[in-house]
C-alpha cells in the first residue's frame, strides 16, 4: 500500500510560479515511479510529467514541457512539480500517482490539489 498525500496548490497570476509536493508513505519510496497528472472542469484527468524511481528519467506533457519540472528526493520520500510560467490554461486539479505493480501503470493516487491561475 502507498498513501499519497499532495500539497502546494493554490491561486496565482499568470506568469506565476508554484511548487507542488506530494509525500509518500507506505512501500519504499525508491521502488516506484511516480508522476503528475491534473484535470480541468469538464475535462478528462491528462498527463502533465513523470519521473522514474532513481529519478534518472523524466517525461513531460508537450503542453507543459520548458514551463514544469519533475523531480524527487528519496531521502524525504517526497516528489516535486515546479510550475514556472503559468497560464490560465493550467488550472485544474492536480494529482500525484505511482506506478508500484507495474511501471506506467499508475495504481495509486492522492486527492489532488487545486492550482488556479488567474489571467
Do not use: H
Request: charge should be neutral.
Amino acid at each position: 500500500q502507498v498513501q499519497l498525500v499532495e500539497s502546494g496548490g493554490g491561486l496565482v497570476q499568470a506568469g506565476g510560479s508554484l511548487r507542488l509536493s506530494c509525500a509518500a508513505s507506505g512501500r519504499t519510496f525508491n521502488s516506484y515511479g511516480t508522476g503528475w497528472f491534473r484535470q480541468a472542469p469538464g475535462k478528462e484527468r491528462e498527463f502533465v510529467a513523470a519521473i522514474t524511481w532513481s529519478g534518472g528519467n523524466t517525461y513531460y506533457a508537450d503542453t507543459v514541457k520548458g514551463r514544469f519540472t519533475i523531480s524527487r528526493d528519496n531521502a524525504k520520500n517526497t516528489v516535486f512539480l515546479q510550475m514556472n510560467s503559468l497560464k490560465p490554461e493550467d488550472t485544474a486539479v492536480y494529482y500525484c500517482a505511482a506506478d508500484v505493480e507495474t511501471p506506467g501503470v499508475y495504481d495509486y493516487w492522492g486527492q489532488g490539489t487545486q492550482v488556479t491561475v488567474s489571467s
